[in-house]
């Protein structure tokens, strides 16, 4: 069994039709750094803008695609915690009132090709920082197979496999988006087809907060205009399925301990708005904060800290990882992110950063960190770099 995580969540494919289908791309980009060689007809890398901002959070962060002939517009969370990219169907049932949805009779490309089983999506954490439920599953979504045109940041791309959501539990139907597009580490789907026409397999991210704002996702390249230094990658983990990388320890105000030290894979998610982490490792790190820091069992998995303690707690958090080049490096939660803000059931207590689960993956490490570097997810090295962002 696969486990994949998503907006904090992880699913569990349980039927997948075959997905290939190399295609002809009909191309109109912005040039950015090209890496690799590239052919005349290739499709250049291009950029595209994204939105954030959900309930306040500040770590959620999407963008538009247009699907169909003539096209029909959506936006999707570029989630690299899944691989399948989905939106909601015309028949959806249930979940999807207040998303967009593709009606399929209105354009001229679309084909259906389900083999009649469809796909069952569990998520392990959902939109926002309210942990999913794993006992009573509350991110779940059924969908079918079809393929149409889709066009991403000027790349389009005829003939991309996707998936139809007709049914998503309620909790969906809140989100400010309407589906999600997977970037895993085996890229399927529209960005698999625009590899498979040449453009470099590797993607950058820039997720700004809201007072940046500018957040970009980069197609097939880096936007060498968004960071500082250099791009410093580290190794994703071969066999995990995700994009995992092997910490070689954590500090926390420059203090560990000694489980803190020993290797930790976590995985990088940008459809994750906080951090995810097992229980031990979760109440390990926040022993090292305060001991303010208590679980709030009024919304399970969640920890909280009366929000007048928080003014003055310094609260950075260093994960190392070793770097392609040999030399280690830092990536700093800094002590602003502690807080995610007062919970909806207590105004005066705040939710912290770290969520904790009981179910087996690896620690899932979202927006609060990523915001603070430019990323490049590279699928065909296999590596994951980050720089400082200019405004850092
Ligand atoms: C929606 O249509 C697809 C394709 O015809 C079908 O496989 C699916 O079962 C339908 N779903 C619902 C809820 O009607
Ligand atoms: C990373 O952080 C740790 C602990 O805060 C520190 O001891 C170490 O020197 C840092 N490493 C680098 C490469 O900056
Ligand atoms: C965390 O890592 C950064 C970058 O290596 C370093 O400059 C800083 O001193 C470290 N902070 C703490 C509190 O250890
Ligand atoms: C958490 O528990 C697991 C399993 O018992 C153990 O392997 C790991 O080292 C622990 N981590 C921490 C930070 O205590
Ligand atoms: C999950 O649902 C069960 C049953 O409704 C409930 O007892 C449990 O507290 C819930 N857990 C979380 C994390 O919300
Ligand atoms: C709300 O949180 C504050 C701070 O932790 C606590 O003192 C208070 O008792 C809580 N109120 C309720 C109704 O739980
Ligand atoms: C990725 O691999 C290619 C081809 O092996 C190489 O030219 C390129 O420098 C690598 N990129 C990075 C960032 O290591």
Redesign the pocket.
């Known amino acids: 069994m696969h486990l994949f995580t998503w907006l904090i969540l992880a699913f569990v494919p349980v039927t997948l039709a075959g997905l290939e289908e190399p295609t002809k791309i009909a191309l109109r980009s912005r040039s950015l750094d090209q890496r690799g060689k590239l052919s005349r007809r290739s499709p250049k890398a291009s950029n595209v803008p994204l939105l954030n901002y959900f309930h306040g959070t500040d770590l959620q962060w999407y963008g538009e695609v247009q699907v169909g002939t003539p096209p029909q517009t959506f936006t999707v969370v570029f989630d690299t915690g899944s691989d399948t990219f989905e939106i909601p169907g015309k028949n959806c049932t249930s979940g999807c009132s207040k998303q967009h949805i593709f009606d399929w009779d209105k354009s001229s490309t679309y084909k259906y090709i389900d083999n009649g089983d469809g796909l069952y999506l569990q998520f392990a954490t959902g939109v926002g920082v309210t942990p999913a439920n794993s006992s009573e599953p509350d991110w779940i979504m059924t969908m079918f197979e079809v393929s149409d045109t889709v066009s991403v940041g000027g790349l389009a791309v005829p003939n991309v496999p996707f998936y139809l959501i007709n049914f998503q539990s309620p909790a969906f139907g809140a989100d400010p988006f309407d589906g999600i597009m997977g970037l895993g580490t085996e890229p399927e789907s529209f960005f698999g087809s625009l590899i498979a026409q040449g453009l470099p397999a590797l993607f950058s991210f820039y997720l700004t907060p809201k007072s940046i704002g500018h957040a970009e996702l980069t197609l097939g390249g880096i936007d060498h205009s968004k960071f500082k230094g250099p791009l410093v990658f580290s190794p994703v983990q071969s066999n995990s399925g995700a994009w995992t990388l092997l910490s070689a320890g954590i500090s926390v105000n420059g203090k560990t301990t000694e489980s803190l030290s020993q290797a930790q894979r976590f995985i990088f998610d940008t459809g994750t708005s906080n951090l995810v982490f097992p229980k031990n490792l979760t109440e390990t790190i926040y022993a090292l904060i305060s001991p303010d820091i208590v679980a709030n069992p009024v919304v399970p998995g969640t920890y909280?800290i009366?929000c007048c303690h928080l003014k003055s707690l310094p609260a950075v958090i260093n994960f190392t990882f070793p770097s392609t080049s040999g030399k280690p490096f830092n990536l700093t939660l800094p002590s602003t992110e502690l807080s995610v803000g007062p919970f909806a059931s207590?105004h005066?207590?705040c939710q912290t950063v770290i969520n904790s689960f009981d179910f087996e993956f690896d620690p899932v490490i979202g927006g609060s960190l990523l915001k603070h570097y430019y990323s490049t997810w590279d699928a065909g090295n296999k590596t994951l770099g980050f720089a400082q962002t200019k405004h850092a």
């Open positions: 909280g009366p207590n005066s207590l």
